[in-house]
């Protein structure tokens, strides 16, 4: 199973879209959402890493502190919340 790290502010609103992302995987990815603050000491295993538009002026901060891909999810689907279409890009990035 692929594990995709969304990474936020807060970790709130990611927390829902990570939620929804899962359901639109069928559950064949583990979802996560964490602060900006915390996610480095979660990264065990993880395949991708999704920064939420409010944050993706830290992409290349994020890029250097890990060794896979780094994206910023698009701010439309953050907006609706659309974890099918999240999950769309994530195949594009990963395979799925």
């Known amino acids: 199973m692929k594990k995709v790290m969304l990474v936020c502010n807060a970790g709130m609103s ?7 992302i ?5 559950n064949t990815l583990e979802v996560k959402a964490y602060s900006e603050s915390e996610y ?9 890493v999704l920064i939420g538009p409010q944050i993706r002026f830290l992409k290349p901060q994020i890029s250097e502190a890990v060794d896979v891909p780094v994206e910023a999810i698009s701010p439309m689907k953050y907006g609706i919340m659309d974890g099918k279409g999240v ?4 195949k594009k990035l990963i395979g799925g």
């Open 22 to 26: 899962e359901a639109a995987s069928g």
């Open 40 to 48: 480095q000491d979660y990264l065990d295993g993880v395949d991708l």
């Open 87 to 90: 999950y769309e890009d994530i």
């Open 14 to 20: 990611t927390g829902m879209l990570a939620k929804k």
